[in-house]
Each structure stands twice: as structure tokens, then as C-alpha cells.
């Protein structure tokens, strides 16, 4: 992700930043890559514990534990907070994946998540899903979550100006060779401007997810 493309990491963090208090305990971080969010989290847990798959593209130097989303190398009830954010479209399976994720929850721990929903294919050929709040609502209700809260990352006028900066990027490097760099800053300030005026948050970018595995089953 180009560096200037700045409104898309303000999003995420926001976002993050609303869900750290959430988080308690023994934390595990599923797709962990270089760990963007442990400053933000970490204040709030007793251990941050970071899982990459073995075939990972990105860094490695912070990597706790290698395996699988859809097989996590741990026992049952294990941890009090899982999160993963931006992993879950690149799973062959999420519902195994989620069924895993509660497994190693313990009762009354929480879930994290970010997914994208209007967003571009990415990390190919291993990306395979995009997610409405149903869908997330569905498939996290069947693993046996409860309390389920689904927030938009952002609404139309976000979503809009960072599909089009990334376009222009792409532009950029091609045969055109547009001179688009001077313009990126204004279209996304104009973008988030709107986006606060009047997000029209069924166009979301993604969402940010928060559930509960119950503390005694149903």
C-alpha cells in the first residue's frame, strides 16, 4: 500500500483505536504480519501473542507462532481476545476459520475483526471473499458468537476517493505516466470531508466487527 495513499490507514487505526478497550487477557493476533496494531492493543492486554501462515508475503520478524487460520495451534479456550484484521477475505474457509477462533476463545471472550467489503483484489492469487454485515452476521452466528456489532469503516465518499486514488496510482506507473501524486492528498481530504457530512454507509470500504463467545452455551 503506497504511503500516500493515507486515508485508508487513518480508517483502520480509528477503528482500532474504538475497539482496543474491548480487548483483556491473553490476546492472539491471527494474521499477524508485522503487528500494526500492538501499540494499540498491547496497554490493554496481559500477553499479545502474533500467528502468521508459514507462506506469508509479508515480514516475519514479528511472528510469535507459524500455522493456519483454519487450524490454530492452540487449545481450546486459550485466549480472551482474538483479533484479526484484514485476514479473513484471504481464507479458503471463514467459517472455519471463525469456528476456530471461538474455540480458542475462552467464555466471554471477545472477537476483533476488519474485513473489506468494496475494496479491490489484493495479496493474489490468495484472496477470496468480500463480506456483507450479514454475511459477517451469518457466518459469526453460526461459529456461536453472540453480541454481535458490525460498524462501516467508512461510507460512499470514502470509499470513492480511495478507489479512485488507487486507480490514479495505477495510472501513474502505466504507459500514461500521469502525474497524479500532487492530487491524492485532495481528493481524499475532500473524500473524508463528505464522508462526515453524509457517509451513505452501505458503500463501505469495510467493516470493523466486535462478538462474544457466550459465557455458557445457548
Same mark, same amino acid.
Given at each position: 500500500?503506497?504511503?500516500?495513499?493515507?486515508?485508508?490507514?487513518?480508517?483502520?487505526?480509528?477503528?482500532?483505536?474504538?475497539?482496543?478497550?474491548?480487548?483483556?487477557?491473553?490476546?492472539?493476533?491471527?494474521?499477524?504480519?508485522?503487528? $500494526?496494531?500492538?501499540?494499540?492493543?498491547?496497554?490493554? #492486554?496481559? &500477553?499479545?501473542?502474533? =500467528? %502468521? /501462515?508459514?507462506?506469508?508475503?509479508?515480514?516475519?520478524?514479528?511472528?510469535?507462532?507459524?500455522?493456519?487460520?483454519?487450524?490454530? $495451534?492452540?487449545?481450546?479456550?486459550?485466549?480472551?481476545? #482474538?483479533? &484479526?484484521?484484514?485476514? =479473513? %477475505? /484471504?481464507?479458503?474457509?471463514?467459517?472455519?476459520?471463525?469456528?476456530?477462533?471461538?474455540?480458542?476463545?475462552?467464555?466471554?471472550?471477545?472477537?476483533?475483526?476488519?474485513?473489506?467489503?468494496?475494496?479491490?483484489?489484493?495479496?493474489?492469487?490468495?484472496?477470496?471473499?468480500?463480506?456483507?454485515?450479514?454475511?459477517?452476521?451469518?457466518?459469526?452466528?453460526?461459529?456461536?458468537?453472540?453480541?454481535?456489532?458490525?460498524?462501516?469503516?467508512?461510507?460512499?465518499?470514502?470509499?470513492?476517493?480511495?478507489?479512485?486514488?488507487?486507480?490514479?496510482?495505477?495510472?501513474?506507473?502505466?504507459?500514461?505516466?500521469?502525474?497524479?501524486?500532487?492530487?491524492?492528498?485532495?481528493?481524499?481530504?475532500?473524500?473524508?470531508?463528505?464522508?462526515?457530512?453524509?457517509?451513505?454507509?452501505?458503500?463501505?470500504?469495510?467493516?470493523?466487527?466486535?462478538?462474544?463467545?457466550?459465557?455458557?452455551?445457548?
Amino acid at each position: 500500500m503506497a504511503a500516500h495513499n493515507w486515508l485508508i490507514l487513518r480508517l483502520n487505526r480509528k477503528h482500532v483505536e474504538r475497539m482496543a478497550p474491548l480487548s483483556k487477557g491473553a490476546l492472539l493476533d491471527v494474521g499477524c504480519g508485522e503487528k $500494526p496494531y500492538e501499540r494499540l492493543l498491547g496497554p490493554y #492486554v496481559d &500477553s499479545y501473542v502474533g =500467528l %502468521e /501462515h508459514p507462506d506469508t508475503a509479508h515480514p516475519r520478524e514479528g511472528v510469535d507462532v507459524w500455522g493456519s487460520a483454519d487450524d490454530l $495451534p492452540f487449545a481450546d479456550d486459550s485466549f480472551d481476545t #482474538v483479533v &484479526s484484521f484484514h485476514v =479473513l %477475505e /484471504h481464507t479458503e474457509d471463514p467459517a472455519r476459520v471463525l469456528g476456530e477462533m471461538a474455540r480458542v476463545l475462552r467464555p466471554g471472550g471477545r472477537l476483533l475483526l476488519a474485513v473489506p467489503f468494496i475494496w479491490g483484489v489484493h495479496e493474489a492469487p490468495r484472496d477470496f471473499y468480500r463480506f456483507t454485515p450479514y454475511g459477517l452476521t451469518h457466518l459469526l452466528g453460526q461459529a456461536g458468537f453472540r453480541d454481535i456489532d458490525v460498524t462501516p469503516l467508512c461510507g460512499y465518499w470514502a470509499t470513492a476517493g480511495l478507489r479512485l486514488c488507487y486507480a490514479l496510482e495505477r495510472a501513474a506507473r502505466g504507459p500514461l505516466r500521469l502525474p497524479v501524486g500532487a492530487v491524492f492528498a485532495a481528493i481524499q481530504l475532500v473524500a473524508w470531508g463528505l464522508d462526515r457530512i453524509d457517509p451513505l454507509d452501505a458503500d463501505a470500504a469495510g467493516y470493523s466487527v466486535s462478538a462474544v463467545r457466550p459465557a455458557t452455551s445457548s
